[in-house]
């Protein structure tokens, strides 16, 4: 039995294909994803109170720029790099050292090489939302070559990333000491946890793959490119699982704040070493 | 010997932008391949049924189509991997003129292979010998895997959807860009034809020519991202450029 249809059988029209398996749980999945960690990565930036428990810093709030010290679970004034919270912040605004700190993983991730597949495909405009399912039509299709060309900045971002991994390292290290006292809790694991997975994925990030040795043609011309051979091979490594890294360290690190925030709420008990 | 119904893009006689999807039903046998299915239609119900095929062994990438909407090669693809009631259907590649029935005109992309500025080699060693490490082939070597199938040309929405062959040049010659770029002997530098001509911007990534290689080149990890980064060195990295230009560095190996 002969129908018609468009050359070769391939219809035209958006997200049409002849796909027969469930291509499209992915994109589904991805865009459920980031969206519940945009919306609750959100909501807790505007809290600005209960990221700060013992010696448990939320990473959404690390480094303390400046603190506001009468929110409730929030660090003593000597936490704050820049001091008591400023008279020039807008008044619409609530005082959250967050808004100072989630700009650059927000970058880092956004113009991430995985991300960026992630939500082409989930988000509209869809391009394309699953392979060889139609994209949706666009006058001039572009790419990364007009408005998207600020994805280039990604390896600036990555430069901030790589600085926040020293910084969430040191506060999953200072969450095991507690009034001076080592020990050990739930929430410092959960520190710890977090700044390895943060550190797998960004040390498994395209660009710092390509600045730390992808960029040489020659691997074994001097013994500086032979190192960097081998950090480039480490890299590597990480990178052929930088989409599970992606995953993991996302959820984590919002694990991390919901953690430390329900602890500081006296929802959640933190089984420590310590009596508190 | 089952039962097994096909749904096979046929074009007509006379207008080969024109056409129908036929169904066919034929007995198949265990272990047959998608392309063996094609070849008993043929033989038995379609005579005049057009299909591009030569090694059957996966290695010369002639038998390339849509088969369930996914491009792959038909000689690879075993039926047993569809449930015995499904119909298959199998098309043309969607990003090139159809010739006739499964067949395409792929002449488009010999011509952008001839674009490239071929291989430059720097000056032998001192004894007349060119020497390479190991280490510095790997990278390239996976690069040389491709057969040239074109499915990932076919499954590119830049060239499938958005029609952009005058700005893109595609996932299978930006590997062999980057199989030159990486080359520790090549010293041809093709960074502002990348960027420029051959449109590395036009990729938005989103990583189905990764998706049906049938060689599992990584081409957009391995291949495409290094190519859009070192653009990003010379045009895009104020601090880079600052960089390359104290050091010579995008002269250095």
């Given at each position: 039995m002969a129908q018609a249809h468009e050359a070769g059988g391939?219809?035209?029209?958006?997200?049409?294909?002849?796909?027969?398996?469930?291509?499209?749980i992915g994109p589904l999945l991805t865009f459920l994803g980031l969206s519940a960690f945009g919306v609750y990565a959100t909501w807790a930036a505007f809290?600005?109170?209960?990221?700060?428990?013992g010696s448990y810093l939320s990473p959404f709030y690390s480094?303390?720029?400046?603190?506001?010290?009468?929110?409730?679970?929030s660090p003593p004034?000597?936490?704050?790099?820049?001091?008591?919270?400023?008279?020039?912040?807008?008044?619409?605004?609530?005082?959250?050292?967050a808004f100072f700190i989630l700009v650059f993983p927000g970058f880092f991730r956004f113009t991430c090489y995985y991300y960026r597949k992630a939500y082409y495909r989930?988000?509209?405009?869809?391009?394309?939302?699953?392979?060889?399912v139609t994209s949706?039509?666009?006058?001039?299709y572009m790419g990364e070559s007009r408005?998207?060309?600020?994805?280039?900045?990604h390896r600036y971002a990555l430069y901030f990333a790589l600085i926040f991994i020293v910084i969430l390292s040191y506060d999953a290290f200072k969450s095991f000491f507690r009034d001076g006292q080592l020990g050990v809790g739930v929430g410092s694991i959960v520190l710890l946890i977090n700044a390895t997975l943060l550190a797998g994925y960004t040390l498994g990030c395209h660009s710092f793959r390509h600045l730390i040795g992808?960029?040489?043609?020659?691997?074994?011309?001097s013994s500086g490119h032979e190192l960097r051979h081998k950090l480039w091979s480490k890299a590597t490594i990480l990178n052929r699982k930088h989409m599970l890294w992606a995953w993991v360290s996302l959820f984590w690190v919002g694990f991390a704040d919901l953690y430390i925030r329900m602890v500081s709420m006296g929802i959640l008990k933190d089984f420590n070493t310590w009596t508190n | 010997m089952a039962e097994r119904k096909f749904r096979v893009w046929r074009s007509d006689a006379e207008n080969k932008d024109a056409g129908s999807f036929v169904d066919y039903t034929i007995d198949v046998d265990s272990g047959m391949v998608v392309l063996d299915a094609i070849h008993r239609i043929q033989a038995?119900?379609?005579?005049d049924l057009a299909v591009r095929w030569n090694c059957?062994?996966?290695?010369?990438?002639?038998?390339s189509m849509e088969i369930n909407g996914r491009p792959k090669l038909a000689c690879m693809?075993?039926?047993?991997?569809?449930?015995?009631a499904e119909t298959i259907t199998v098309q043309p590649l969607k990003s090139f003129p159809i010739?006739?029935?499964?067949?395409?005109?792929?002449?488009w992309n010999f011509e952008q292979n001839q674009k490239i500025a071929p291989f430059k080699p720097k000056l032998p060693e001192a004894d007349g010998q060119y020497r390479m490490k190991q280490a510095d082939t790997d990278r390239v070597q996976e690069f040389r895997k491709?057969?040239?199938?074109y499915l990932c040309q076919n499954v590119c929405h830049v060239l499938?959807?958005?029609?952009q062959k005058d700005n893109f040049v595609g996932p299978r010659f930006m590997i062999r860009l980057a199989s030159l770029e990486m080359h520790p002997l090549d010293r041809a530098d093709r960074i502002p034809q990348i960027r420029?001509?051959?449109?590395?911007?036009?990729?938005?990534?989103?990583?189905c020519c990764t998706e049906v290689c049938p060689e599992h080149i990584n081409i957009t990890d391995n291949g495409i991202i290094p190519l859009k980064e070192r653009v990003v060195d010379r045009y895009y990295d104020p601090v880079m450029w600052m960089w390359n230009k104290i050091t010579g560095g995008d002269k250095q190996g």
């Open positions: 391939h219809a035209q029209a958006f997200r049409s294909h002849n796909r027969t398996d469930n291509w499209w809290q600005g109170a209960h990221y700060f428990h480094p303390v720029i400046f603190v506001e010290e009468t929110a409730a679970g004034l000597h936490h704050a790099w820049l001091g008591a919270w400023p008279g020039w912040w807008p008044g619409f605004l609530p005082h959250s050292p989930s988000v509209p405009p869809h391009t394309p939302p699953g392979c060889a949706m039509p666009q006058k001039k408005l998207l060309l600020f994805q280039n900045l992808g960029r040489l043609n020659c691997f074994s011309c | 038995h119900q379609a005579n059957k062994a996966g290695k010369c990438g002639s038998c693809n075993r039926l047993n991997e569809y449930d015995p010739i006739k029935d499964l067949v395409t005109d792929v002449s491709c057969i040239e199938c499938r959807d958005h029609q420029k001509e051959f449109g590395s911007g036009m990729c938005n990534i989103t990583k």
